[in-house]
């Protein structure tokens, strides 16, 4: 599929950190971009208007417009904003599985025509905590919260194989650029309080978005890709690591960690899942396909996100 002015493609997600510069760059490349949203007004106030993006706020609202090529389902409530409550797990499923599964109700419908391919989310929470074991796209998993999430989204985007669509489900690491994860933690880091988390020995598998966009028009294009694919830079690195290579780009000390103890008294099950455990993920897949990354080691994408 070599994505032309001729494609429809629906993003889920549209208005997210991902989401608006994947619109940007699949109106660059002359597609007809439609995004799904809840809230029109802020949709607007966020992407870009241009002639060939239209934003939604049912699926309904498709059936009036050219049958859609493609769909990149990036839906999904943040699960790092604050401590996980019983009610805001479910929130995490409905609007992740819950999305998936609407979409593949609406898409398999009596006079409805499926997309050719689906670009599902995915995350490498998906294979749990290991050490430091390497993780490709066959990585054991370990059964938690978050794993349970991404096996359960995935599952749900799996059922559109059975409308003879090409399915790639992205295993996505930390996604680094101007705002998301790096925004929460530079305001400690620019003033010379920041520091490892825990032991500092877990590892971070991380991706500049430019990659992660990239990665999405890649696989959107691949006729021949479909499955699991880690949608992670090739050189994770320990958390220690990390704090010491973002303090060094902003010519500051790395000095106060954060111990492991106070981490879990404010954020509870979240901190063991997402900040004192990791993944030493590599994108065996990706790079077995071709795929070529601008930022493949951690000073060089920091230093440009922070130029």
Same mark, same amino acid.
């Given at each position: 599929?070599?994505?032309?002015?001729?494609?429809?493609?629906?993003?889920?997600?549209?208005?997210?950190?991902?989401?608006?510069?994947?619109?940007?760059?699949?109106?660059?490349?002359?597609?007809?971009?439609?995004? =799904?949203?809840?809230?029109?007004?802020?949709?607007?106030?966020?992407?870009?208007?241009?002639? +060939?993006?239209?934003?939604?706020?049912?699926?309904?609202?498709?059936?009036?417009?050219?049958?859609?090529?493609?769909?990149?389902?990036?839906?999904?409530?943040?699960?790092?904003?604050?401590?996980?409550?019983?009610?805001?797990?479910?929130?995490?499923?409905?609007?992740?599985?819950?999305?998936?599964?609407?979409?593949?109700?609406?898409?398999?419908?009596?006079?409805?025509?499926?997309?050719?391919?689906?670009?599902?989310?995915?995350?490498?929470?998906?294979?749990?905590?290991?050490?430091?074991?390497?993780?490709?796209?066959?990585?054991?998993?370990?059964?938690?919260?978050?794993?349970?999430?991404?096996?359960?989204?995935?599952?749900?985007?799996?059922?559109?194989?059975?409308?003879?669509?090409?399915?790639?489900? =992205?295993?996505?690491?930390?996604?680094?650029?101007?705002?998301?994860? =790096?925004?929460?933690?530079?305001?400690?880091?620019?003033?010379?309080?920041?520091?490892?988390?825990?032991?500092?020995?877990?590892?971070?598998?991380?991706?500049?978005?430019?990659?992660?966009?990239?990665?999405?028009?890649?696989?959107?294009?691949?006729?021949?890709?479909?499955?699991?694919?880690?949608?992670?830079?090739? +050189?994770?690195?320990?958390?220690?690591?990390?704090?010491?290579?973002?303090?060094?780009?902003?010519?500051?000390?790395?000095?106060?960690?954060?111990?492991?103890?106070?981490?879990?008294?404010?954020?509870?099950?979240?901190?063991?899942?997402?900040?004192?455990?990791?993944?030493?993920?590599?994108?065996?897949?990706?790079?077995?396909?071709?795929?070529?990354?601008?930022?493949?080691?951690?000073?060089?994408?920091?230093?440009?996100?922070?130029?």
């Amino acid at each position: 599929m070599s994505l032309t002015s001729s494609d429809h493609i629906l993003v889920t997600g549209g208005t997210g950190f991902i989401g608006q510069p994947l619109c940007a760059q699949l109106l660059a490349m002359e597609c007809r971009v439609t995004v =799904l949203t809840r809230n029109l007004a802020r949709g607007r106030k966020l992407l870009a208007p241009a002639p +060939t993006l239209g934003l939604i706020a049912d699926l309904q609202e498709l059936d009036g417009l050219p049958a859609v090529s493609a769909v990149v389902n990036l839906a999904g409530e943040p699960l790092a904003t604050r401590r996980w409550s019983a009610a805001r797990k479910e929130l995490f499923y409905a609007s992740r599985v819950g999305m998936t599964e609407r979409l593949f109700e609406y898409f398999s419908g009596a006079g409805r025509s499926p997309p050719t391919v689906l670009i599902n989310g995915s995350a490498i929470g998906y294979y749990g905590a290991h050490g430091d074991e390497v993780l490709d796209e066959n990585g054991a998993i370990t059964p938690c919260f978050a794993s349970d999430l991404c096996r359960a989204w995935e599952k749900a985007a799996c059922q559109f194989e059975s409308l003879g669509v090409r399915v790639c489900r =992205l295993r996505t690491g930390i996604v680094l650029g101007e705002g998301g994860a =790096l925004a929460a933690m530079l305001p400690a880091f620019k003033l010379g309080l920041g520091g490892t988390m825990g032991s500092g020995r877990q590892w971070m598998s991380w991706i500049h978005r430019d990659d992660m966009v990239a990665a999405i028009a890649f696989c959107l294009s691949g006729d021949h890709l479909a499955g699991a694919f880690n949608a992670t830079a090739p +050189t994770p690195v320990t958390n220690r690591e990390f704090a010491k290579i973002l303090a060094a780009t902003l010519s500051r000390p790395c000095l106060l960690p954060m111990p492991a103890f106070a981490m879990r008294l404010m954020l509870g099950e979240m901190a063991d899942e997402l900040l004192l455990s990791g993944q030493k993920v590599i994108p065996a897949r990706l790079q077995e396909a071709g795929f070529q990354f601008s930022y493949s080691n951690l000073p060089q994408a920091l230093a440009q996100i922070l130029a």
